[in-house]
């Protein structure tokens, strides 16, 4: 299935149970959210899980772009991103976990033809202020699902403080061969979504109370669940990322894990300056500025003659419309060529900086500090500038 039809059998799916559409929002929170990006589809939705009346209903449904930082460090394996679209589903004070889970396991089963063989649920096992999840438990076990218990993995919040509740993931098997283990002892086991009880609101000192309601709120990531749909063993095997991976790979001897920074890094930032962001050093810009960096990081450590330029325009046009962002694609190239130039400047000046450094002796953890804090320069091309310059 394309990620087209996998969208429409999705919303079709809760359509058919009197869910109206949400409309989507970009990647910037609504004022007063703690987080600098939308990392799930229910960043948009806080004050109506805070009980205020949504003006679609009670049941609703969509997908949402969203970018997740605590990811960064894990992209470059098969199946993290740092911008993803998330189908999402929810009930504001209306049906419970119950209903939630069964229409998720018939949309999995019978709407994409996943075998139920290679389902497995986890719970909530319960902690000192809740109780285990034990009707998400007797459900999974009604369907025939496995399931195991876990702590604090299946606990959601939305940050430190704010709505939270105990959560029931749902996992694929992704390895060859039947099953074995269970999630938290087989990595092959993929998790694809997430069915949140927004139950309590967490307190500055940890207390949890009562929402006003009680709703449910779902994610499923958009990518993850064509990689499964598609029998891949990778996201980046997927429509929305090969013609990255395609213009990347094209152009450069790049494979495995710096194939997948770049790519996921470059259609990342086109993404965040689609949603109006621009680099800067602090907060959201920072961020941009950082992936941009990265990317810019793996492609120079064989090469540093390689530049953006070289990338075709397709694949930037093509983000643009799957995230259905009317900017113009070359004025966000020309930021990403502009941020290339600002870099390689600052690399220029900080050689002899690492020189300097060099020069007393072996660098230690306080000039890596020192260097990225006060100068820019991160880690690693402060290692290439050494291994370039020994």
Do not use: K
């Amino acid at each position: 299935m394309t990620p087209d039809q996998i969208l429409r059998t999705f919303l079709d799916h809760y359509h058919r149970r009197d869910h109206r559409d949400a409309p989507e929002s970009s990647l910037i929170p609504p004022p007063g959210d703690p987080v600098l990006f939308t990392t799930s589809g229910m960043h948009p939705l806080t004050p109506y899980l805070l009980g205020r009346p949504h003006p679609g209903g009670r049941r609703l449904a969509n997908v949402q772009r969203c970018l997740r930082t605590t990811d960064l460090d894990e992209v470059g394996d098969r199946t993290h991103l740092t911008v993803f679209h998330m189908l999402g589903s929810w009930s504001l004070g209306d049906y419970d976990i119950a209903t939630s889970l069964r229409w998720g396991y018939e949309l999995l089963t019978e709407g994409f033809g996943i075998d139920p063989g290679r389902l497995h649920a986890t719970v909530f096992g319960g902690d000192h202020q809740v109780g285990p999840d034990e009707t998400a438990w007797a459900t999974w076990t009604e369907l025939g699902v496995p399931v195991e218990a876990n702590g604090t993995d299946n606990w959601w919040s939305n940050g430190p403080t704010g709505p939270c509740g105990p959560d029931s993931e749902i996992f694929v098997w992704t390895g060859d061969g039947p099953p074995t283990g269970t999630p938290s002892t087989d990595d092959r086991w993929m998790e694809v979504w997430n069915h949140v009880q927004m139950r309590h609101h967490r307190h500055d000192d940890g207390r949890l109370t009562p929402l006003p309601v009680s709703s449910i709120d779902t994610g499923m990531g958009l990518e993850r669940l064509e990689m499964v749909l598609r029998g891949g063993r990778s996201v980046f095997a997927g429509d929305g990322l090969q013609p990255w991976v395609d213009a990347v790979r094209g152009r450069w001897p790049l494979d495995g894990p710096d194939l997948r920074i770049v790519a996921d890094h470059l259609r990342s930032a086109v993404v965040v300056l689609g949603d109006g962001v621009r680099p800067g050093n602090t907060g959201r810009g920072y961020v941009l500025r950082r992936l941009v960096r990265r990317a810019l990081t793996v492609l120079w450590r064989d090469d540093p003659t390689r530049s953006l330029t070289e990338l075709p325009v397709e694949a930037y046009a093509d983000t643009l419309r799957r995230f259905g962002q009317r900017a113009e694609v070359e004025p966000l190239r020309a930021v990403l060529l502009e941020e290339e130039r600002r870099f390689r400047g600052l690399l220029r000046r900080g050689r002899p900086l690492v020189d300097r450094l060099r020069g007393r002796g072996p660098l230690t953890e306080r000039d890596y500090r020192w260097l990225h804090d006060t100068h820019g320069l991160p880690r690693d091309l402060v290692d290439g500038l050494l291994t370039e310059a020994s």
